[in-house]
């Protein structure tokens, strides 16, 4: 394993950190599998998003004697309803759910607290502002529940604010091939590394689009680590995996040769995705009708290289299918990558639920 600085952590992080997003839902077994796989393979740095009392007790198990080979990450502002993703800025419920992250996760304190999906306007004040979450995660700190404070979102000119700013340590961006092209972003790692701003990259399959690709030629996931890591400032990087063989994949680029890792020739298939494109973040819940819809888009996606009885067969236990859309647009709002969701669910009806 490879390690790098981060910001003023006292403790170097490997260069190919673990998101375990897509360890949610999954089977204890699995989510110990990978941890302790990765745990083996030098990764030190763990990000744990959700608030889900089962995927919190999983990765408990997980850590269970690994706590002091592991950076762990948790976050304010991740909440859930219905068995889905819900942002909140309840300063109370934070506290209450960041409270019982450490007990499921068996410990005392996190590393590193991120203020969640932080986006411009009303939400930026929210956070940043008197009373908001960066008091409190300051509060954590002054307790020792939390060591140092970062912030994590989709928006260059929050994130720009942000690091200019000098109020917190680290910045959690998506950094990818997708955006080569966006000068903007090459602005804000160059503000990073100025204003000596750990920078973690998230994000570097855009949510696994960047691995659907139908350009001249597959891209593969060490070409994303590699770009996302090339990039100025950047210290790690964290893909999302959801079994054993995923995590050897990112894994791979550890000892892969530089013609693996080389993602010039990818750049000009990518151009494709831009704004309007899902990465299923899921940030455009909760749904008042319990919809999926990251999980629904991705069916959607995937469908484009035909529909195979086994993702039919999993549309079919979703918990609500595309039909029950009421059109209500409260998703289209949250969407940070301005997605026509509507247009996605009526085209998972024609997929999915049109007999043929």
Request: aromatic share 6%; net charge neutral; hydrophobic share 40%.
């Amino acid at each position: 394993m490879e390690y790098r600085r981060l910001g003023g952590l006292d403790r170097e992080v490997s260069v190919i950190g673990l998101g375990t997003e897509y360890l949610d839902r999954r089977p204890r077994n699995t989510v110990i599998s990978v941890v302790h796989e990765a745990i083996e393979r030098g990764v030190n740095y763990i990000d744990i998003l959700f608030t889900y009392s089962d995927y919190l007790d999983n990765l408990g198990a997980a850590l269970k004697g690994q706590r002091d080979k592991v950076i762990i990450t948790g976050h304010l502002g991740s909440a859930e309803k219905n068995g889905n993703y819900r942002k909140t800025r309840d300063l109370k419920e934070c506290e209450d759910l960041f409270l019982d992250m450490l007990a499921r996760l068996r410990t005392d304190f996190v590393d590193i607290v991120f203020l969640q999906f932080v986006a411009r306007g009303t939400d930026y004040q929210r956070v940043m502002g008197s009373q908001g979450l960066l008091e409190l995660a300051l509060c954590l700190q002054q307790e020792g529940k939390a060591g140092m404070i970062g912030l994590s979102g989709h928006d260059i000119s929050v994130a720009l604010r942000v690091v200019r700013d000098g109020r917190i340590d680290i910045l959690m961006f998506p950094i990818n091939l997708t955006a080569n092209s966006l000068l903007r972003e090459k602005d804000l790692l160059n503000t990073c590394l100025t204003n000596r701003m750990g920078l973690v990259a998230m994000k570097p399959f855009a949510g696994g689009r960047l691995l659907q690709s139908s350009g001249s030629r597959p891209i593969r996931p060490v070409q994303c680590i590699s770009y996302a890591l090339s990039q100025t400032g950047v210290s790690t990087v964290i893909p999302g995996v959801q079994s054993v063989h995923e995590l050897e994949a990112a894994l791979h680029y550890l000892d892969a040769t530089e013609e693996e890792k080389d993602f010039s020739s990818t750049l000009a298939d990518v151009q494709q995705y831009s704004k309007g494109e899902c990465v299923y973040c899921n940030h455009c819940l909760p749904c008042p009708v319990i919809i999926n819809i990251g999980e629904t888009i991705r069916m959607v996606d995937t469908a484009r290289r035909g529909i195979l009885l086994e993702l039919q067969t999993k549309y079919d236990t979703l918990l609500a299918k595309a039909s029950a859309c009421t059109e209500c647009g409260a998703c289209s709002e949250r969407c940070p990558f301005e997605v026509d969701v509507i247009s996605k669910m009526k085209r998972a009806i024609e997929l999915f639920e049109t007999k043929k």
